[in-house]
């Protein structure tokens, strides 16, 4: 079985503090064995790296980098929470494309959250998924992913 920390330190990956909430709500909740992030922007030392509208303002290739980020906020939200560790299973991921006109390439953006969960957690990284593209993101953001995680 894979040891999220100790595969994280393999692939030279830090989990970045949590970024703050920009309403009233928490970044992670536990309910029994699940633990729900809200939603997460891909913030960089507390800054969006990219605003604006993915197929416009932003390419297809830079969201995709723009989603890891994001799913790399969610881990550390759960982190927080419980402990990258007690993560046994990864069961869902929800990503949010900001979109322009005609992009509909929303499932190749959110393989950038996708393929490092599979990389953290290996076979139990692999999860249901949805992605959507919308109008408008909070900040400007492009993208903005949140995950649904089941812990020991």
Known sequence: MTVPSARLTELGIELPPVAAPLAAYQPA???GSLVYTSGQLPFVAG???ATGKVGAE???EDAVGLARTCALNALAAVHALVGI???VRVVKVVGFVASAPGFTGQPAVLNGASELLGEV???AGRHAR???GVAE???NSPVEVELIVEVG
Request: hydrophobic residues 50%; without cysteine; charged residues 15%.
């Open 130 to 132: 949805s992605a959507v």
């Open 47 to 49: 800054q969006l790296p």
């Open 58 to 60: 932003v390419s297809a």
């Open 121 to 123: 957690f290996g076979e």
């Open 137 to 139: 993101l909070p900040a």
């Open 29 to 31: 909740v536990r309910t």
């Open 85 to 87: 560790d007690a993560v």
